[in-house]
């Protein structure tokens, strides 16, 4: 049984080396993801702050346990 499984591991082919990702393919997908976290980040960080953009509290009590777990004082 032990020899049957050394073999299995012996005989394995090996993987061939991959190609690396062109950055005119990985551009657009990083700058998508930037700007998300960007807006993740202004809705942690400042709305209803001074620079609020929605009225009312919807968005504090959302993201209300993300700004204690960022560090952001919110009350």
Do not use: I, N
Not at 36 to 64: D, I, K, N, P, R
């Amino acid at each position: 049984m032990a020899e049957a499984l050394a073999s299995a591991a012996v005989s394995a082919p090996a993987l061939a080396p991959s190609a690396p990702l062109p950055v005119k393919a990985v551009l657009p997908w990083a700058l998508f993801v930037g700007l998300l976290m960007l807006v993740a980040l202004y809705f942690v960080g400042a709305e209803q702050g001074a620079t609020a953009v929605f009225s009312g509290e919807g968005v504090h009590e959302w993201v209300h346990d993300g700004r204690h777990l960022l560090g952001f004082p919110c009350h």
